[in-house]
């Protein structure tokens, strides 16, 4: 079974600094898009940044500029860079991934369970 597992999570000040890890393990093949996701309270979900296997990134707007994903294909982990921490910027992250199981031809989608980033002002 293909799991994800977060990281680095906890709390930062404003203007301050975090680094989220997110490692997969399991039966895996290949891993297509990394992202990172948030879900502040009363929100929906919705995508932070996302990096192709190739490298090739997408930000939301609203920490673009200020957050950096990156990723280590030898070690199936994506990182996000968090910089310049605002209070809006609180929420549970977490992590997807888009993996071809060992054995399969198939690409399915997997989710983390999530670390709680508090920004105090």
């Known amino acids: 079974q293909v799991q994800l597992a977060e990281s680095g999570g906890g709390l930062g000040q404003a203007g301050g600094s975090l680094r989220l890890s997110c490692a997969a393990s399991g039966p895996i093949f290949k891993i297509n898009n990394m992202g990172w996701y948030r879900q502040a309270p009363g929100n929906q979900r919705d995508l932070v940044a996302v990096?192709?296997?190739?490298?090739?990134?997408n930000y939301a707007d609203s920490v673009k500029g200020r957050f950096t994903i990156s990723r280590d294909n030898a070690k199936n982990t994506v990182y996000l860079q968090m910089n310049s921490l605002k209070p809006e910027d609180t929420a549970v992250y977490y992590c997807?991934?888009?993996?071809?199981?060992?054995?399969?031809?198939?690409?399915?989608?997997?989710w983390g369970k999530g670390t709680l980033v508090t920004v105090s002002s």
């Open positions: 990096i192709t296997s190739g490298g090739r990134t």
């Open positions: 997807n991934a888009d993996v071809v199981v060992l054995g399969s031809y198939l690409t399915n989608n997997y």
